[in-house]
């Protein structure tokens, strides 16, 4: 597995090796030594969860105040622009944004540690995504900040208005979010 580290070093794009041929391919989607070896910590999964999405379809930006997820992103089927905004007060990148293509077809995968926002737009005509949590969804915990808050300046790949949930539309401000210290 390939480590690269972000622009924000704490969020990471992980590359697997992928072994093809004719036949198909096969790739370790997930080692628990790995991975805690390229973040540095131990690191356990409580939650995995699956999302299908049609084309413009944008989820997020969302995060939990209290039990907190870190979540591993990737996606099966499809091709979406994820995104992680550092929503930590005492972080030097407080308030910046990093932002990735996953895809069936490369197989990358994204770190998004506890303390982040994250949310994605579905680029493809569909796209069935995969999570692992750190932390059990709590919805009386649950935050969003809007997706195309000025103050973020997140540079979206969407041509026009995305298709948002009745959550999402009604999400906070960045500057009136609920973030960490």
Known sequence: MKVIP????????????????ERGFFFEGFNQRQFEEAVGRSV????????????NVLRGLHYQVRQPQGKLVRVVQGEVFDVAVDIRRSSPTFGKWVGAILSAENKHQLWVPEGFAHGFVVLSDTADFLYKTTEYYAP??????????RDLAIAWPVSGEPSLSAKDSAAEMFRHAEVFN
Not at 44 to 55: G, L, P
């Open 44 to 55: 356990s999964f409580v939650q995995d969860n699956h999302s299908r999405s049609v084309k």
């Open 6 to 21: 972000q622009a924000i070093p704490e969020v990471l794009l992980l590359e697997p090796r992928v072994f093809g041929d």
């Open 140 to 149: 009386e915990n649950e935050r969003c900040i809007v997706w195309n808050d």
